[in-house]
């Protein structure tokens, strides 16, 4: 599979998961703490800072009743209406090319999800490298079709979709010349069930859609991440938060700086320790080898002694013969004298 560039890194099965923090609206309509992210981000060693360019009115009609009410008592979100909420959550179109110029700045990619046309256009003219799809808009084909046409790399989430309108996003982003994309498994949860991960989708995804896999995480922690990386995930995302008890709409299911960047440090050795398959001794062990148990000679013994389990024991070092060999040399003569601590050989009886 070949890999393609977002930015300056590679997307790849043999490059390090490129990792992405999503700033979503836990910087709680304050520029400055969006900044303050950006660096904090950058300081984690993430590799990309993702936004979300939406507005409520491009999102949902200002209702509070009946299924624009959110009224699940379960939800992170209960007692507000959906457009309450994407008021509160929306990062300002204004703040975009500041807090895109500061990632820049840091070394990290920087772009968006786009929930509309509107959006992809204005994101076109601030030059962003690729674009991310999300859940709940992966069958909205206008939309696949606008950002499949930038001819920049795509990121599809898969969260709720069939492997039919799976295929059909696919099909869409192929018609529209879009020659890179990554799938990511994803559970729409807030926060997810590591139960509900599933994550042996991912080699199967890869299989079935012939492109690079990731995941993107709303569990807790970064275990179901690192598991990800180990079977296959060249993208992870996951939401970012400075400080999860000063709150932010998505802060229960976001990591801190630090748990960030264990997640870049543990996922690049992850996929690293996938390897390929192997038996045997590794060049990194063949010095090792000498620390198997093997036989030894344990008591001085004169020519024509009988070998028996106290005279001849499995020990370390590993320079003896091998100990499956044990039963076939008990009760064996010794031909010559042998001093403790000598190796067994054949050629010792």
């Excluded at 700033?23 to 900044?35: E, K």
Aim: net charge negative; charged share 20%.
């Amino acid at each position: 599979m070949d890999t393609f560039s977002i930015g300056h890194h590679t997307i790849g099965d043999t490059q390090p998961p490129f990792i992405i923090a999503e700033l979503s609206g836990n910087h709680n309509q304050d520029l400055d703490v969006a900044l303050a992210m950006v660096d904090a981000a950058a300081e984690a060693g993430v590799h990309a800072l993702k936004l979300q360019t939406y507005t409520a009115d491009t999102m949902t009609l200002d209702i509070a009743t009946g299924e624009f009410y959110i009224d699940d008592e379960n939800s992170l979100w209960h007692g507000s209406s959906l457009y309450q909420l994407y008021e509160k959550a929306f990062t300002p179109w204004e703040w975009h090319n500041a807090i895109f110029e500061r990632a820049k700045e840091k070394g990290m990619v920087a772009f968006s999800t786009p929930f509309d046309l509107t959006s992809v256009a204005f994101l076109e003219s601030l030059e962003v490298p690729c674009y991310k799809i999300a859940s709940f808009e992966n069958t909205d084909h206008a939309l696949i079709a606008a950002v499949a046409k930038t001819g920049k790399p795509v990121i599809v989430s898969t969260g709720m979709a069939s492997l039919t309108e799976i295929s059909e996003a696919v099909d869409v982003l192929r018609d529209n010349g879009c020659e890179n994309y990554v799938l990511l498994k994803c559970t729409s949860q807030y926060p997810a069930d590591p139960v509900n991960a599933n994550l042996m989708t991912l080699p199967h995804l890869k299989a079935m859609f012939g492109c690079h896999v990731g995941l993107s995480d709303h569990t807790t922690g970064i275990g179901v991440a690192i598991a990800a990386a180990a079977l296959g995930a060249s993208v992870i995302e996951k939401h970012f938060v400075i400080d999860r008890n000063a709150g932010g709409v998505d802060a229960a299911f976001s990591l801190e700086p630090k748990e960030f960047k264990q997640l870049v440090e543990e996922s690049q050795r992850a996929r690293i320790a996938v390897g390929e398959v192997n038996y045997g001794c590794t060049e990194a062990e063949v010095n090792s080898r000498v620390h198997r148990r093997s036989l030894y000679v344990a008591n001085d013994l004169k020519a024509g002694d009988v070998l028996t389990p106290t005279n001849l024991r499995s020990i370390r070092p590993g320079l003896g013969l091998p100990v499956k060999n044990l039963p076939m040399l008990l009760g064996k003569p010794v031909k010559q004298d042998v001093a403790k601590g000598t190796p067994m050989s054949w050629d010792l009886i």
